[in-house]
């Protein structure tokens, strides 16, 4: 079954996106608007994070928003009743701020992920729930390519309280049969990601210097292997498996299943953007003691359970993404 087929079942179903004003959920939104959704958005725009209304820019009239805190269960509770399928991106999205602010992490990506469970328990029983998780729940990387069974041992408590919230959504499923699904993402990337500060998207970041013609600087050699997913890809496969029902109870790599060296990465910027320069430097104090290694995923059980087959290329994805940041940067940069 094709594509379009498989999404037209979106048509007038009842969607809720939380953090959906962020990079991931604004992306999905579009996509799901397109096939005739019922899209309500649940974003608390916290200043550190992606949240920007620009993001909804052509499909704002065809979307409810509402600024509001997953922590907030009145707010949750006045959302979740009559919902077909809920997708939860909000999160604290900073790996190097999670050990600065422990306890706000410890709030927003665990309890927030609690409070949306025990609403949909008790309200909304049957709705499909699906979470956003991270390969850093994983840690150091023993073995490439990384399949779902490798251990799980967090280097940093933003891997801990992804992994917690994994088992929130594993424990749901088993005790009290909610309909959850996890995905695991790799390095997410693409249009209407944030570029204001170095903290969650490393293309983000290295092609906003490149475009400001400064230089990018690359912590030791550079040699070490990430995959980058973009996010066209990433928002396709949360929903089909948003309307597959053999992905339930389940967690699944979602990549693009090929890596590339973080030096290569910021090659093809500089090549594509055509100014900014690369610097190596040295790794600062206590950055690599949570460097888990090169990465490559395993997709295959993704694709075998939705049908689903990444199709952009790292090159073709920091192309795209150039295209759009060369004409709406000004929108993604703080006055």
Same mark, same amino acid.
């Given at each position: 079954?094709?594509? =379009?087929?498989?999404?037209?079942?979106?048509?007038?179903?009842?969607?809720?996106?939380?953090?959906?004003?962020?990079?991931?959920?604004?992306?999905?939104? %579009?996509?799901?608007?397109?096939?005739?959704?019922?899209?309500?958005?649940?974003?608390?725009?916290?200043?550190?994070?992606?949240?920007?209304?620009?993001?909804?820019?052509?499909?704002?009239?065809?979307?409810?928003?509402?600024?509001?805190?997953?922590?907030?269960?009145?707010?949750?509770?006045?959302?979740?009743?009559?919902?077909?399928?809920?997708?939860?991106?909000?999160?604290?999205?900073?790996?190097?701020?999670?050990?600065?602010?422990?306890?706000?992490?410890?709030?927003?990506?665990?309890?927030?992920?609690?409070?949306?469970?025990?609403?949909?328990?008790?309200?909304?029983?049957?709705?499909?729930?699906?979470?956003?998780?991270?390969?850093?729940?994983?840690?150091?990387?023993?073995?490439?390519?990384?399949?779902?069974? %490798?251990?799980?041992?967090?280097?940093?408590?933003?891997?801990?309280?992804?992994?917690?919230?994994?088992?929130?959504?594993?424990?749901?499923?088993?005790?009290?049969?909610?309909?959850?699904?996890?995905?695991?993402?790799?390095?997410?990337?693409?249009?209407?990601?944030?570029?204001?500060?170095?903290?969650?998207?490393?293309?983000?970041?290295?092609?906003?210097?490149?475009? *400001?013609?400064?230089?990018?600087?690359?912590?030791?050699?550079? =040699?070490?292997?990430?995959?980058?997913?973009?996010?066209?890809?990433?928002?396709?496969?949360?929903?089909?498996?948003?309307?597959?029902?053999?992905?339930?109870?389940?967690?699944?790599?979602?990549?693009?299943?090929?890596?590339?060296?973080?030096?290569?990465?910021?090659?093809?910027?500089? *090549?594509?953007?055509?100014?900014?320069?690369?610097?190596?430097?040295?790794?600062?104090?206590?950055?690599?003691?949570?460097?888990?290694?090169?990465?490559?995923?395993?997709?295959?059980?993704?694709?075998?359970?939705?049908?689903?087959?990444?199709?952009?290329?790292?090159?073709?994805?920091?192309?795209?993404?150039?295209?759009?940041?060369?004409?709406?940067?000004?929108?993604?940069?703080?006055?």
């Amino acid at each position: 079954m094709n594509k =379009t087929k498989i999404l037209n079942e979106y048509a007038d179903k009842q969607i809720l996106i939380t953090g959906g004003l962020g990079f991931i959920g604004s992306n999905l939104a %579009h996509l799901l608007v397109s096939y005739g959704a019922k899209v309500t958005i649940l974003d608390n725009l916290a200043p550190l994070y992606g949240g920007n209304i620009f993001n909804l820019d052509n499909i704002r009239d065809n979307v409810r928003v509402v600024i509001g805190d997953i922590r907030d269960r009145k707010t949750v509770d006045s959302l979740v009743p009559k919902l077909n399928i809920i997708f939860n991106f909000a999160a604290q999205v900073s790996p190097t701020d999670s050990n600065l602010i422990p306890f706000e992490d410890l709030d927003i990506n665990c309890k927030g992920h609690l409070t949306i469970l025990e609403s949909c328990k008790q309200l909304n029983p049957t709705v499909k729930i699906l979470f956003s998780s991270s390969r850093l729940a994983l840690g150091k990387i023993v073995e490439n390519p990384v399949t779902e069974d %490798h251990p799980t041992q967090p280097l940093g408590l933003y891997g801990v309280h992804k992994l917690t919230a994994e088992k929130y959504y594993y424990l749901y499923n088993k005790n009290y049969a909610l309909r959850t699904t996890v995905l695991r993402l790799t390095n997410p990337y693409g249009e209407r990601q944030q570029i204001k500060h170095s903290k969650y998207s490393i293309p983000g970041w290295f092609m906003r210097l490149a475009m *400001e013609g400064k230089p990018i600087k690359i912590f030791g050699d550079g =040699t070490q292997k990430r995959d980058y997913v973009y996010v066209t890809d990433i928002v396709e496969a949360f929903a089909r498996a948003g309307l597959n029902e053999n992905t339930v109870g389940n967690i699944y790599n979602c990549g693009l299943g090929q890596s590339v060296e973080l030096r290569k990465m910021a090659e093809l910027i500089v *090549e594509i953007v055509g100014t900014g320069s690369i610097e190596y430097v040295p790794w600062p104090e206590n950055y690599q003691r949570e460097e888990t290694g090169s990465f490559e995923s395993d997709i295959s059980r993704l694709k075998q359970a939705i049908g689903w087959q990444p199709k952009i290329p790292i090159k073709e994805g920091l192309k795209k993404m150039w295209q759009y940041y060369k004409i709406n940067k000004d929108m993604y940069i703080p006055k």
